[in-house]
């Protein structure tokens, strides 16, 4: 079984300063990371995900994280933030072996308050 | 292209009733899933289909079911509402491969009285 540990449910950050959101995962099997951003009132949208490969993921909106196998980590990070950041961050992975399905395991998320 | 779209988008039922939600999935996804989220949590799996086939089930009772039709749309139906299914459904869509992601639609928000 998986889990996902998002430490931080909000992180408030000013304008153009630099942010981190914390993600943890568990597994017994390897994983596919993903991050998911969601505004209010709206479903979920796919900022990056990491498959295989270079352990620093590019993302939209300026967005990147890195995998650290031995730590379990997959930490989100942004140089610069805007007002329009603002919203829930969530942290998932899914079973890499697949099996039947390729369901997500959900962190708790991470409200991102950007002030100005 | 139209992404995953879901039908309604806000529904108030009283406990003890019955609901049927809907989702269409991004043209060419044969895969759906559904997800419960909570208000203050992360989405909670609840059923996949693919190829009208269930694919897998979440820790959710019985009284959760769902269906996958040809055209690849699918319905989530609870049935003897609680005050506890208050939360916003989420569908989403995926082409084939397990490395492909999942695409969300902006849900149905789901408030029992």
């Known amino acids: 079984a998986q889990s996902v540990t998002q430490l931080d449910s909000q992180v408030p950050v000013f304008e153009e300063a630099p942010v981190e959101l914390r993600c943890n995962y568990s597994?017994?099997?390897?994983?596919?990371l993903f991050w998911y951003v969601q505004y209010p009132n709206q479903g979920l949208q796919l900022l990056l995900k990491y498959l295989s490969g270079s352990t620093l993921v590019k993302g939209i909106n300026g967005f990147e994280a890195e995998f650290n196998k031995s730590q379990t980590s997959f930490h989100l990070r942004k140089p610069s933030v805007h007002i329009s950041d603002t919203a829930e961050y969530f942290c998932?992975?899914?079973?890499?072996?697949?099996?039947?399905?390729?369901?997500?395991?959900f962190g708790t998320g991470t409200l991102l308050a950007v002030q100005p | 292209d139209a992404g995953v779209t879901q039908s309604p988008t806000h529904l108030i039922k009283t406990r003890g009733q019955h609901v049927t939600l809907r989702c269409s999935p991004i043209?060419?996804?044969?895969?759906v899933s559904w997800y419960q989220q909570v208000l203050g949590q992360g989405p909670q799996f609840i059923f996949q289909?693919?190829?009208?086939?269930?694919?897998g089930r979440g820790n959710f009772p019985d009284r959760f079911s769902a269906r996958q039709f040809p055209n690849y749309s699918s319905e989530l139906n609870v049935n003897a509402l609680l005050l506890g299914d208050s939360a916003l459904y989420l569908c989403?869509?995926?082409?084939?491969?397990?490395?492909?992601?999942?695409?969300f639609g902006d849900g149905t928000r789901l408030s029992i009285l």
């Open positions: 998932a992975v899914s079973d890499r072996a697949g099996g039947a399905t390729n369901k997500l395991i």
């Open positions: 597994s017994s099997v390897s994983v596919y």
């Open positions: 289909y693919y190829e009208k086939e269930e694919r």
């Open positions: 989403a869509s995926r082409t084939d491969g397990y490395d492909q992601p999942q695409h």
């Open positions: 043209s060419g996804h044969k895969s």
